[in-house]
């Protein structure tokens, strides 16, 4: 029977507690969040939604085509400009996702022939855009630019080294400056995804690649997704303009992708000009961070310290980290909950988001509800 065979892989995911169900939310909600990706708490800001809500105004429902024919208003080129200038770049080029931009810098910029070193700990899209490029892909262990200098070291021709910025499973950091290193040692492109750093890294949120000093430079393409500390939707690619022209040109996410709504341009704009208003949102985001850090690994938990505005926290097995965050929940709490297969390493955790916009209140209720249910 068609789609038969899908019956034996629900069973065996329902035997190892991976079942994965969606939960619509309610437009108002009780619940404390700490399980979206809104880190500078920007998503419901009138600032933000007003922008949405002007730009489909002005610009319709939808951008009405692909980037190429009718999908680029003068408000994608406004956002394009604006992005680039305060992440330091010479060029920006936005897409419908950051999912789609990761797929469009790796596969663009790494052509038959050439190689890509990747990180084991990489996001999907990364690793997607990996799989679907024409070059070699060599992944190296989590965070090691040792390995990413042997592999660059045994090859001839074009490469790329792609790597997270800040990890999404456990908050950490890449260590750029050593990767960057690698990379110009043997004439390398990086590429790296600052979708948790944009916003909350570097000064005023201007994102880890300037905090490490690389951006601008001619060697290195960032990626970032406009649907986490700027609470909106969409994707961005930064880097040097030749890398930018030959995207319009070469990179198949952006040609056949209808262009990013202009609801999501207008309220990644306004969120862009709330942070260079407000850069202590960003160090705030950081400060939550830490607290939540410094008071769950207190209490006993075993939590990773984070580099950005992601805290993970171990949970013993995919079950008890199921059962933690759903107790969570039923004690107003909203967290996320990794498990395998979205986490390599097969460790399960909480992850915990540490928005801007936490009070000291809710920061404590947060830590007393997670130590409370503890498994
Ligand atoms: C590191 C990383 N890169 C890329 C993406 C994809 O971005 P988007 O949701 O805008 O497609 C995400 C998460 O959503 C992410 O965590």
Redesign the pocket.
């Given at each position: 029977m068609a789609f038969g065979w899908i019956d034996e892989q629900t069973e065996a995911r329902r035997r190892a507690g991976l079942v994965r169900t969606l939960r619509p939310r309610p437009a108002a909600s009780a619940l404390l969040d700490m399980a979206s990706?809104d880190y500078l708490g920007l998503a419901h800001h009138p600032e933000v939604t007003e922008g949405a809500a002007r730009a489909a105004q002005l610009w319709g429902g939808g951008a009405t085509g692909s980037r190429l024919v009718t999908g680029t208003t003068e408000l994608h080129g406004e956002l394009e400009r604006e992005l680039a200038a305060f992440c330091g770049f010479e060029s920006a080029l936005v897409f419908s996702?950051?999912?789609?931009?990761?797929l469009a810098a790796v596969t663009a910029l790494a052509p038959h022939g050439s190689l890509i070193v990747s990180d084991a700990g990489n996001?999907a899209?990364?690793i997607d855009g990996c799989r679907l490029a024409r070059g070699e892909r060599q992944v190296v262990g989590h965070a090691d630019p040792e390995a990413v200098g042997k592999a660059l070291a045994a090859h001839q021709g074009p490469a790329i080294v792609v790597s997270?910025t800040?990890?999404?499973v456990d908050g950490d950091q890449a260590p750029l400056a050593a990767l960057a290193e690698a990379c110009r040692e043997h004439g390398a492109g990086l590429v790296v995804?600052d979708?948790?750093g944009l916003g909350v890294l570097g000064d005023g949120g201007r994102g880890a690649p300037h905090a490490a000093g690389l951006a601008g430079a001619a060697d290195v393409v960032v990626?970032a997704?406009?649907?986490?500390s700027l609470g909106s939707?969409?994707?961005v690619v930064l880097g040097p303009a030749r890398v930018i022209d030959h995207l319009v040109n070469a990179a198949r996410t952006f040609i056949f992708d209808t262009g990013l709504a202009p609801a999501a341009a207008g309220a990644a704009l306004a969120a862009l000009r709330l942070l260079a208003r407000e850069p202590e949102r960003a160090a705030r985001a950081r400060a939550v961070a830490a607290e939540l850090h410094t008071r769950l690994t207190a209490a006993g938990l075993e939590a990773v310290r984070p580099d950005a505005a992601v805290v993970s926290v171990r949970a013993p097995s995919p079950e008890q980290a199921v059962r933690w965050a759903a107790d969570c929940r039923t004690a107003g709490l909203a967290v996320g909950c990794f498990r395998p297969p979205s986490v390599p390493d097969g460790i399960s955790r909480l992850r915990l988001t540490a928005r801007a916009d936490l009070s000291g209140a809710e920061i404590e209720r947060a830590v007393r509800v997670i130590c409370e249910r503890r498994p």
């Open positions: 990706n996702s950051g999912y789609a931009a990761n996001h899209s990364l997270d800040v990890f999404s995804d979708a948790h990626t997704t406009l649907s986490k939707q969409g994707g």
